[in-house]
């Protein structure tokens, strides 16, 4: 077999399983680590694939837009954020990261806890709402993602301890949450290391995708909630890390 007809046939298993590895070409076309390599290359240069350490991941999407242009309303990221909201029990102190599903989630929110929040977009859906406590923390505008970040922010974060913490996904592969900005990564990451559970709200076009800055480990995360099961290298990483995960067709694992 050519490497042409491998790297068809390469491709089509990176779409249908969002992985593959070195070890897996070697011994399925019984061709040496070098010569795997050389086909991990040229898979990599497809856009829509992303090496990563001993192979490659399927990664549709490697660049989020600004807040603004995202989707602010649909009815799946209703879903996903009203099964969050459940979890938060009365007089909770809760942080709720930026994005348009922690928006979303804003909305849902019960009576009587602490929101802590950099994202002046939650801050609007949560002071109208009456019995919630609202801290906001400081620091630099970024009309990118519409929140507040930088190294007053990460300060203030270490100040507080919370129950949960509500991180936004801007994409989870096997190396965890990966963002775009170094400081989005860090604020992120603070929120984690200060709260007693992390809680992930993401769909499943966020798996396997990863951008540049590394933020949570799979480590820091207790709690994923998704509408879909994610791909089977994904699942792996789930289970070894002991993860709960709560897909909205009513799998678990």
Known sequence: MTQDERLIELEQVIKSQGK??????????????????????????????LRIRGGAILADKRVESPFLQRQQFSPDKTLLTDCAAKLINENEIVFVDAGT???????????????????VEVLMEVIAKKGIGVTVLGGTFDDFSHAVLGHVTLQQISHYQADKAFIGVSALSESGI???????ALQKLAMAKQSKKVICITSFTKFNDQLMYQSCSWSDIDLIITDRTPPENIVQMIEKNDVELVVLDGETV
Not at 29 to 49: E, F, G, M, N
Not at 178 to 184: A, Q, V, W
């Open 101 to 119: 599903t922690s928006v979303s989630l804003a909305r849902q929110l019960p009576a009587n806890i602490r929101v802590i929040t950099n994202s």
């Open 178 to 184: 990966t963002t775009n900005t170094e400081l989005d």
């Open 20 to 49: 593959i590895t070195l070890d897996y070409i070697c011994q399925t076309y019984h061709i040496s680590s070098d010569s795997a390599r050389r086909d991990l290359v040229k898979l990599t240069q497809l856009p829509h694939i």
